[in-house]
């Protein structure tokens, strides 16, 4: 069972255009929702998170938007540079006795063309 | 500060042999959680270790153990290997379980190839 889900499974984007990724939870007990970053042979950075309580996010040029009724949320990548091209992963976390579990989505590749 | 660290990087083994896995967190992080990740199934918790007790375990065999030290050095340990955990496998450190949520630090993982 896929608790989150993430779309698209790869973009392309134009260097300056904004970059737009989706992602859906099922579990109303997830109470942080981080984004992650991944570039090929390296674990996944933190890029930004949000709590449900809050309805927008703002980073520098990473945004992220929180629907709680419609249980979705998105990141946006404004002036996307060949430098933000990675995969890209949505996540929910659950606290479980102390214990926080992310769980990921599918991830996005984004690749940034010149 | 260093980073997550996890040893060894590359490890290729052959089915049914066992293998271990090792992972430093940050210093002064006490929880150490192990993910697997896969081009398939994406990035799955494997479990959690807080002050050397195994707080939380997701939905792997009992092939995959794991364990943590007094210094919160932590191990993974799969037992008979299957061409199904060709992996790479994660360790992220926190430096606080309970009340918030605080920010996961992953390692550069152990990439696994069981032939």
């Known amino acids: 069972q896929q608790q989150v889900k993430q779309s698209p499974q790869s973009l392309i984007v134009q260097k300056g255009g904004i970059s737009i990724i989706n992602c859906a939870y099922e579990?109303?007990?997830?109470?942080?929702f981080p984004w992650y970053q991944q570039f090929p042979g390296k674990g996944p950075a933190l890029l930004i998170a949000?709590?449900?309580?809050?309805s927008e996010k703002k980073e520098g040029r990473f945004t992220i938007s929180f629907n709680k009724s419609a249980k979705q949320f998105s990141l946006h990548i404004m002036d996307s540079q060949p430098g933000d091209s990675a995969t890209y992963f949505c996540?929910?976390?659950?606290?479980?006795?102390?214990?926080?579990?992310?769980?990921f989505g599918k991830g996005t590749k984004l690749s940034v063309i010149p | 500060k260093a980073g997550v660290t996890q040893t060894p990087r590359y490890l290729i083994k052959t089915r049914g042999q066992q293998v271990t896995l090792s992972c430093s967190p940050i210093s002064g992080h006490r929880s150490v959680s192990w993910y697997q990740q896969t081009p398939g199934q994406g990035l799955q918790f494997l479990f959690e270790y807080f002050s050397e007790t195994q707080r939380n375990k997701g939905n792997f065999p009992g092939r995959f153990s794991g364990r943590q030290f007094s210094n919160s050095r932590s191990e993974m340990n799969v037992s008979t290997l299957e061409l199904g955990d060709s992996a790479l496998y994660l360790c992220?450190?926190?430096?606080?379980?309970?009340?918030?949520?605080?920010?996961?630090?992953f390692g550069p993982g152990t990439r696994l190839t069981v032939l």
């Open positions: 579990n109303t007990a997830f109470d942080y």
């Open positions: 949000i709590r449900p309580d809050v």
């Open positions: 992220a450190s926190s430096w606080i379980s309970g009340g918030s949520y605080n920010e996961q630090f």
């Open positions: 996540a929910a976390s659950i606290n479980r006795a102390g214990s926080y579990q992310l769980t």
